[in-house]
């Protein structure tokens, strides 16, 4: 046997170890990266000792990951020749060390606020590998986008005069990129309230773009954002992109890049069939064919009526096919025109083909799929009681902001780690709940099974959190102090040192 297959089996063993304190009545067992293990498979006292150090709920992340992911993309643009640049999406971890890690990788970083785009900017990202897509520009963000020479996506007619002012009165060149949303994609128009709809951009290139002063303001790109994770809608925005492009060139504007935004699939589950089983015992519990999965019977976006189920899952789709690299490369290597299949027709060139032949640079602007796997939430059990419906509630040390984006709850099992002392082994099911002081408070809504029972002083693990769930809603409701953030760079024995964006940026 060789030493790599030792150690697979040794992570192998330690996972399922791990796995075996805790799980969903209808399980969804995590990925979990091979740091995660590691970390987690040290003695509880160190783990508890951790969390007393730095406070619970704890954020630990790991940046080897994200240069991973990264790296697989790059491959994918590589193999196709086609110039390549990825910009890591900031605003899904506030985390410093990222930034650092996407920048030593040789990626770029798409900012969202004037405070991403200055602590970017002193971490020694230069200007031209930033791009800010944010929402609102104030002009001290445009002002400092300006100084730094940081490509600014601009959303509307009002920015683009605010960028012109702004360089007019620095005497400095800004460097755009012009959002555009409203693609046609299966004969229906996109909705976004971003950008300008693409049904103008042409006009506003002829008109606007081509008599604005060069000296103030160059356009270098065409960049988009879509909703959603659909490989198809995007070969569709870049297919209405690139006669944008042709056209951009021929009244004179120097187009070098289309920019595809983010939404780059991951999955954060080991099984396809753990998945369809959950959706399927959870429409039965729904219509009181089995006995509940979630708190209260909690839809997560679907309603029972009338003895049949409505609505669509509001939640995000925790096991997708294909992810990142791959499902980068079906965008890549479908036909550049939408009447052509490259599949069918070997000389009709993809989208990979018409970008390389017209020297455009693909960018493509991933947050939660580059921190796949660079993540994980610690907190520590401060109670349990039995509900007089005979369900425990488990009480943690956290808000259920710190582990929360914009959908119904995070469906993936947790991890639990039982402190040495006790030894409890009696199986009991309930739910997590958290600080926050309303009945809603959940950690996640899904009714947990612990088959060796779980008691004050345990630790849960809630894994592959980084994208978005610790920081996108992290709220000090109550006065709580916001977590943590430490760096898993050596997990046998534990030294996690914090991140700097809790040592520098820590509010006063
Ligand atoms: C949020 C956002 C991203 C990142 O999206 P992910 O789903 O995390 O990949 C990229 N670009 C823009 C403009 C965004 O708003």
Known sequence: MSFATATENQLGEGTSKLRANCSGIVALSARLESWMTEALSNTPTEIVQSIEQFGSPLNVIATAPLVRNLRQLESVAAERDLPFKVFFARKSNKCLAFVDAAHQAGGGVDVASEQECRQALDRGVPGPDIICTAAIKTKALVELCVANQVTIAIDNRDELQRVREIAAASKATAEIAIRISGFVHDGEKLHSRFGFDVDE????????????????????????????????????????????????????????????????????????????????????????????????????????VDGEVHGKRNTYPYWQNPVRAQWLQHVLDDSACAEQKADLEPNVP??????????????????????????????????????HSGDHFVGVAMNRTQCRTGSDDYLVDPVVIRGQENDDQTQIEGYLVGAY???SELISLRKLRFPNGIAAGDVIAIPNTAGYFMHFLESRSHQFPLAKNVLAENNSPLTWRLDEIDSEHAEK
């Open 201 to 304: 951009v042409q006009d506003l290139a002829s008109s606007t773009l081509r008599s604005i002063d060069r000296k103030e303001v160059r356009v270098i790109g065409l960049h988009f954002h879509l909703d959603g994770y659909c490989s198809k809608q995007r070969v569709s925005a870049i297919r209405q992109c690139l006669p944008l492009v042709d056209h951009f060139r021929s009244v004179g504007l120097d187009v070098r890049f289309v920019d595809i935004g983010g939404g780059l699939p991951m999955s954060y589950l080991e099984s396809e069939q753990q998945w369809n089983r959950f959706w399927r015992e959870h429409r039965d519990a729904l219509q009181s064919k089995r006995t509940e999965l979630t708190y209260r019977n909690h839809g997560l976006g679907f309603l029972p």
């Open 437 to 439: 002081c309303t009945e």
């Open 350 to 387: 993809t989208i990979a083909d018409a970008l390389r032949d017209r020297s455009l640079q693909l960018r493509c602007e991933p947050g939660r799929s580059l921190l796949d796997g660079c993540g994980m939430t610690l907190a520590r059990v401060e109670f349990v009681k039995q509900h």
